[in-house]
């Protein structure tokens, strides 16, 4: 990890970012130019993908608003990509939540972690036992309850638990696994299992059903050409604090830098005095803590989720990691838009069974051209 923010490097982020937002824009104008379609059905396609991946239509209430000159000018396909784009820079925030741990734990480790998904479901879950009015209970106790507490509280609540289990995690199981020389391809073995484990966990302790965290109704505002409901708003400027606050961190804090040398070599940053594994405890903690934050904004954008959400969500976060560039906690962050902008366009003419099977194709593509990710580090090799 770069010890700066590289100015060239996010110049090429943007500039690979620009030119997948132009080449889509493109190909779905050339389609739709053939084709002609009824304001009505572009504003049912434009509700039901403001709403992600299984909104429930019966909580969305649109505001009347008249149509200004400029939503006259735009055309309906343009309308619908740039209503797709945004839903895709909106999925792309909550992913990095989750994808930014997942590379900082790869960048101070080398860990590949496959139990990460279930970190972003544990958050999910746990905000849904503290908030629901339906009754709920531990598992292995007879015992059933009703807690409801306030959404906010309940996530705060879920995220300091989700932290602590990082801590636990690392304490009595990385951590003892590092110091016993364990390689890293066992502890990958051992994370699968993990992950299995807390995968069969969670659908014990809150059943297969999907759940939703807020029944309140979204009040959903025209704004140009996008439609965005409050809690959409409120989601943005969560996960955009939490990932400013990341890079302040990193840039600003003497811990931060710590990170960033552990991340570079851990060998010298031992040897300069630094606490390599206090370290990698701390970004243990902000990494699962920031994966449950993403899994309580995902499970509010989307109207609801399950108990497997973080387990389909993995496989999009190796491919933000791997496209940003392994171990590069910004790559993360770019890489995560990308595949944000790629998922959701994607369904304008692709069903959304395809749409994450095209993320991983822009994946393949983008690394036979440039096998460091967009953020990483060429290396040399012999």
């Given amino acids: ?18 030119v997948a937002a132009v080449a889509v824009t493109w190909l779905l104008s050339a ?12 504003s049912n396609i434009a509700t039901e993908t403001a ?7 019966d909580a969305v209430v649109t505001t009347d608003v008249a149509p200004t000159p400029e939503q006259t000018a735009v055309s309906d396909s343009q309308s619908r990509v740039l209503q797709n784009v945004f839903n895709g820079v909106v999925f792309g925030l909550m992913l990095a939540l989750a994808s930014v741990g997942l590379s900082l734990i790869y960048g101070t480790t080398g860990l590949s972690n496959f139990a990460h998904g279930e970190q972003v479901s544990l958050g999910a879950m746990l905000a849904y036992f503290f908030a629901t009015e339906q009754p709920v209970g531990i598992p292995l106790t007879p015992w059933q309850f009703v807690i409801g507490w306030p959404l906010w509280l309940a996530a705060i609540v879920a995220i300091a638990i989700a932290g602590a289990s990082g801590w636990l995690q690392d304490r009595f199981l990385w951590g003892k696994l590092r110091k016993r020389g364990v390689g890293i391809v ?3 073995i051992v994370s699968i299992g993990l992950s299995l484990a807390l995968l069969n966990f969670l659908q014990w302790w809150i059943g297969p059903d999907r759940i939703r965290l807020s029944k309140a109704i979204e009040v959903r505002h025209q704004v140009g050409p996008i439609q965005v409901g409050n ?29 960033r040398a552990v991340s570079d070599n851990p060998s010298l ?65 770019a890489g995560s838009l990308v595949i944000g902008v790629v998922v959701e366009t994607s369904t304008l003419w692709l069903g959304p069974d395809l749409k994450y099977a095209t993320a991983l194709g822009i994946l393949i593509i983008v690394l036979l051209v440039r096998p460091q990710g967009i953020l990483g580090r060429a290396e040399r090799v012999g």
């Fill in 51 to 57: 709403f992600g991946l299984a909104g429930s239509a």
């Fill in 31 to 42: 389609q739709a130019s053939g084709t002609t379609q009824s304001p009505g059905v572009t």
């Fill in 231 to 259: 809690i959409t708003l409120m989601s943005i400027a969560i996960a955009a604090i939490a990932l400013i606050g990341v890079a302040l961190f990193l840039q600003r804090t003497r811990l931060g830098r710590a990170t």
């Fill in 1 to 18: 990890m770069k010890r700066s923010l590289d100015t060239r490097v996010v110049l090429r982020a943007l500039v690979v970012f620009l």
């Fill in 269 to 333: 940053a031992a040897a300069s005095g630094i606490k390599v594994d206090s370290i990698v405890r701390l970004v243990w903690i902000m990494a699962v803590s920031l994966a449950a934050l993403g899994g309580i904004l995902m499970a509010l954008y989307d109207n609801g989720t399950k108990f497997d959400v973080g387990a389909r969500l993995l496989l999009l976060m190796f491919a933000a990691v791997t496209l940003g560039g392994l171990g590069q906690a910004y790559g993360a962050l």
């Fill in 186 to 188: 066992q502890q990958m």
